[in-house]
């Protein structure tokens, strides 16, 4: 913050608190959507396209919102809270951009393929072939 002119004080201090709450937000409604979705299809790479294609419209436009709601203190007279409302902006933009881009690719290094449930309902019992 210090080479881009913005000092730590009591109000600058608690972005990172904020940022962390909301970017946590993002993180469990990419995650929660992609642990529904290799029960149905099984392939990693399948559950995490279709949580990005279902849950990355609504994450957008929840940051996008956000980012909004936070600018416009941008433009308060006090310069504390201008300063607050961009910063925040600025940091939930780079939490939303962590949740549809590197969480994914962690969910890709961390979890298996599994077996989807269709194939478990209708695989054949090995003991009823002998």
């Known amino acids: 913050m210090y080479p881009f002119g913005y000092s730590i004080n009591l109000v600058t201090a608690t972005i990172g608190a904020v940022s962390i709450g909301i970017g ?20 990693r790479e399948t559950a995490v396209r279709a949580a990005g294609e279902g849950t990355g419209v609504a994450l ?6 956000s980012m909004v709601g936070f600018a416009i203190l941008a433009f308060a007279p006090m310069p504390l809270f201008a300063s607050y409302g961009f910063l925040t ?3 939930i933009a780079t939490a939303g951009a962590a949740s549809l881009l590197v969480l994914p690719s962690l969910l890709m290094v961390i979890t298996k393929d ?12 090995e ?3 002998a």
Do not use: K
Not at 60 to 65: C, K, L
């Open 89 to 91: 902006a600025v940091m």
């Open 24 to 43: 946590i937000d993002f993180a469990i409604h990419f995650a929660m959507r992609y642990r529904e979705e290799p029960e149905r299809t099984g392939h």
């Open 60 to 65: 957008v436009g929840s940051a996008v919102s």
């Open 114 to 125: 599994r077996a989807a449930v269709s194939e478990l309902m209708y695989q054949e019992p």
């Open 127 to 129: 003991d009823a072939a």
